[in-house]
């Protein structure tokens, strides 16, 4: 009788032990690993100048005060709207409607500047560079009034002392991230006493604070983005690399940054300080948009990131890196002068784009070829955007 007994016992104990790891099992995996809406993932577009020199202007020109800069981006609207969130760095003031409007060394450009960037599948810009302060206070008041207008988001320049401490974070498909920029100066333009605000300036004490309060007010990922390196050089030097090298030590998790007007290298970077394993810097993104005609100055790229979140663990990776090279066109098409700054990522069939001369399409070819040698040599991971 207890022979019966104790295995009747024992045979409970191991129908429990069974069920409690069924059980266990049975959760685990629907928590984590079978429910779809526990992954969720988002592309972030990034480009690098976004100039207006007087050329620009007076090709967009409709009559003596009005302006259309739509066209310019009519072939690469879709690529800034594949993302769920596109940026770039402002490098423009932007003037009040029929002021005297400039290109440099002074920026003040027509209000419908903006218009077109909000049209074209633009979020956010950042505005702290060396032309920020082209007009002085009354230039970086314009110009955030008419980022509010057409609802484009800013950082790096700011109204007033508590405008500059509201860290922007943007919550963006369930990942906070914030977003902060410097610039190294303002090409000699004064700033204020007592209204420093005006413009973020590379001070790596002020990024440090900056990223730490970032954190603190629940960001999840930090995107800096900085205006310095040496005008036209293709490296980037070693104040790019120190400031870099700090910044990530501070828990940057995206380093993004333009002013050489030329591509520098794209290179991965593993942190413990961050919330990513492996995180991303854009030493130069290059011009996006701009006047500027020589090799190199001609092209850019939209660099996309994508990341993706976990809900259930609360990890967010970097799962891939991709570009698309752009070129910019200045001259006649069958609706006369034009700046349009076209897509390069694939073979382009020259026939689509008649106004095309000869010396453009050379012009085209060598600015893919040399956009994917610098890229590819500093970094395999990061690829070429495929549609």
């Known amino acids: 009788m207890q022979t019966v007994k104790l295995l009747t016992f024992t045979l409970a104990l191991i129908a429990s032990y069974f069920y409690s790891i069924h059980r266990f099992d049975k959760n685990y995996f629907s928590e984590n690993h079978f429910n779809p809406d526990s992954l969720i993932t988002i592309k972030i577009a990034v480009v690098g100048d976004l100039m207006c020199h007087s050329p620009q202007f007076n090709y967009a020109r409709v009559n003596k005060d009005s302006f259309d800069f739509n066209p310019v981006y009519r072939f690469v609207k879709p690529y800034l709207e594949n993302a769920d969130f596109t940026f770039g760095n402002l490098e423009t003031v932007i003037g009040k409607k029929g002021s005297k409007y400039s290109g ?23 505005f702290a560079n060396n032309h920020t302060l082209d007009q002085g206070e009354k230039g970086v008041y314009s110009t955030i009034e008419s980022l509010n207008k057409h609802k484009i988001g800013f950082t790096g320049a700011f109204i007033s002392e508590k405008d500059k401490d509201s860290i922007r974070i943007l919550d963006i498909k369930g990942i906070r991230i914030a977003i902060l920029a410097y610039s190294y100066g303002t090409n ?28 603190q007010k629940g960001a999840e990922l930090v995107l800096v983005n900085f205006h310095f390196g040496e005008e036209y050089n293709r490296l980037p030097s070693d104040f790019q690399k120190n400031v870099v090298k700090k910044t990530i030590e501070f828990g940057a998790d995206l380093i993004t940054a333009s002013h050489p007007h030329v591509i520098q290298s794209i290179e991965y970077f593993e942190t413990n300080a961050a919330t990513i394993d492996s995180g991303i810097v854009a030493y130069s993104l290059g011009n996006f948009i701009s006047n500027q005609r020589n090799r190199y100055t001609d092209a850019g790229i939209i660099l996309y990131l994508n990341l993706e979140k976990n809900f259930n663990t609360n990890r967010i990776n970097l799962s891939s890196v991709e570009f698309v090279p752009t070129w910019v066109f200045k001259g006649k098409t069958e609706r006369g002068n034009e700046y349009l700054v076209l897509p390069i990522d694939k073979e382009i069939d020259f026939a689509d784009l008649p106004f095309l001369t000869e010396d453009d399409k050379a012009k085209i070819t060598q600015a893919k070829s040399d956009t994917e040698q610098i890229i590819n040599y500093y970094s395999q991971k990061v690829k070429s955007y495929h549609n």
């Open 104 to 126: 440099y060394p002074r920026f003040n450009s027509p209000p419908e500047y903006i218009a077109a960037l909000a049209d074209n599948g633009f979020d956010f810009v950042c």
């Open 188 to 215: 000699g333009s004064f700033i204020p006493k007592g209204k420093e605000y005006l413009i973020n300036l590379i001070d790596v004490q002020q990024i440090q604070k900056d990223i730490s309060s970032a954190r």
